[in-house]
Each structure stands twice: as structure tokens, then as C-alpha cells.
């Protein structure tokens, strides 16, 4: 609040039984509690000195953390949960299909599709959560929206689709932008600029990752082990969005990046290698 209003804030202290310490700032107590505001600001600037805290932002909004960093807490669950999805996925591929496995045929250029788009969708989430306000409704028409953009590309590509490098380079485009361009510029704008503003923010990536899927699943020879591993790499992706904790949501789109970019090159190779075979 200090950071944000340049003025520490009036702090009101009771027994309310919930939300027992109110935090007051802004024009209306501009005048208020001078004597508190300056112990506020004696006993800041100790902590500050004595002690390496991460001031919250919009980009790491962690009230509840003294540093970045991913709780041990976190990191049992997300272990937890990884070690019972893989312990699944490999009983139920024994139960469907004795005698093979699922490990024997890795596609990681899908498991890294997978996992990229759901960094990416929560991402994409967080943000247009602090354009619009972070409720049901908008995380509801995000959604609605990503599935959407994501059929389009689908169905554009059908129809007549890019070269794949283009596709590649225009989304790793579309997350540079994106990484790089200021999100209060959305809140300055008129509705109409702001809302077409949020569709091309959300749409761009998707679109181009959409289409990019679309050419590297086309490819396939087996169909149902790709798809197995997009859902794996989409479970890990989910998990890896715990990172935010330690990098800030930004660095998000800089991971989903790494992530298409090394799909696309073993793409590249996997394609090679089966021409040189044929």
C-alpha cells in the first residue's frame, strides 16, 4: 500500500471477530493517525533494511510470502500428484492394452504442447483477471474464449493451412510481445479499445498455438498415444504454473516459450528422420 499510494497506511485494530486489522489509505485519511503512520514508517524501513521482503505486485501478488519461493507444502502436493497421475496412466495403459506401455513411444513434442498451453492458460486467466476483476463471470468468458480462438485456428488451418515454421515464428512473436507489453496501457482505454484490446491479448498465442498444434498433430501416426501425451504434458503444465510463486507470472510466457520452441525443433527432427527412413 506504501509502495502503490506513496503513504503509509492507517491501521485500525480491534476484536470483530474477523478481519480483526483494517488497512486505511488514499485522500479520505490523508489527515488521520500522523503519530501511527510515522511508527509505520520507522519500523518499515527496519524490516526493509534488516531483511531481504519481496514488496507484492500485480506480477508476484503474494501477500503471504516473506520471499519467492515454493513452499515445501507446494512441492509435496505437486509430487504427490504427479507421482498418482503417472502410477494411473501406466496401470490403466497395462488394463487397455496388455503387454505395451506408454513409456516406450514418448511424444514429447505433444507433452510439450500440453504442458505450454495450460502455463499459458493461466496466465492468460490472472491477467485478464486484473483488467476485468478476477470473478467467476471472467474466468468463465476467458475460458469460453481460449476454446474458441483455439476451434477457429483449427478450422482455419483445415481449411488453408500456414507453413508450419510461420506458425511457430508468429507465436513465438505473439509471447515476446506479450512478455514485453505493459498491461496498464488495457486500463486506460476506452471500453471498446479495451475489450478488443483483451480479445487480441488472449486470442494471439492461441490462435497461433492452435494452428501449430493442428500441424504437428496431423502428423501423427498414432493418434491416441499423442493425444495421451498432450494430456500428460497438460497435467505437468498445470503443476509448473506453481512457478509463479518464485518467478512472477510473466516468466510464464517465457517458459510456455522455451516450451513451443523445443517442440517445434524436435518436430523438425522426428520429420527427418522419417523422410531419411522412407
Not at 8 to 20: A, K, M, S, T
Not at 39 to 59: F, R
Amino acid at each position: 500500500l506504501a509502495e502503490v499510494f506513496e503513504e503509509y497506511p492507517v491501521i485500525h485494530q480491534g476484536d470483530f471477530e474477523l478481519f480483526n486489522r483494517s488497512f486505511m489509505v488514499g485522500p479520505a485519511f490523508s489527515q488521520v493517525d500522523h503519530q501511527g503512520r510515522q511508527a509505520l514508517h520507522t519500523a518499515y524501513s527496519v524490516i526493509t533494511e534488516s531483511h531481504n521482503i519481496d514488496i507484492p505486485s500485480d506480477d508476484w501478488p503474494y501477500l503471504y510470502l516473506e520471499s519467492r519461493q515454493v513452499g515445501t507444502f507446494y512441492l509435496m502436493t505437486i509430487g504427490m500428484i504427479l507421482l498418482t497421475a503417472l502410477i494411473m496412466v501406466h496401470l490403466s495403459t497395462l488394463k487397455l492394452n496388455p503387454g505395451s506401455s506408454i513409456w516406450r513411444s514418448v511424444d514429447l513434442p505433444m507433452f510439450l504442447f500440453g504442458a505450454a498451453f495450460l502455463v499459458l492458460n493461466t496466465k492468460s486467466v490472472t491477467e485478464i483477471g486484473l483488467i476485468w476483476g478476477n470473478t467467476w463471470m471472467t474466468n468463465s468468458l476467458t475460458f469460453a474464449s481460449i476454446l474458441f480462438v483455439l476451434l477457429v485456428s483449427t478450422l482455419v488451418f483445415a481449411y488453408r493451412p500456414l507453413p508450419l515454421g510461420i506458425c511457430f515464428g508468429l507465436l513465438a512473436a505473439s509471447l515476446i510481445t506479450l512478455y514485453l507489453f505493459p498491461l496498464p496501457v488495457l486500463l486506460a482505454l476506452p471500453l471498446p479499445l479495451k475489450i478488443l484490446g483483451t480479445i487480441l491479448f488472449v486470442g494471439l498465442p492461441f490462435f497461433f498455438a492452435g494452428a501449430s498444434f493442428a500441424g504437428v498433430f496431423k502428423s501423427s501416426t498414432n493418434v491416441a498415444n499423442a493425444l495421451g501425451w498432450n494430456v500428460i504434458g497438460a497435467l505437468c503444465g498445470g503443476l509448473l504454473e506453481y512457478l509463479n510463486m518464485l518467478l512472477g507470472f510473466k516468466a510464464l510466457y517465457l517458459i510456455a516459450l522455451v516450451f513451443y520452441l523445443i517442440a517445434f525443433l524436435l518436430f523438425l527432427r522426428r520429420e527427418k528422420t522419417s523422410v531419411a527412413q522412407s
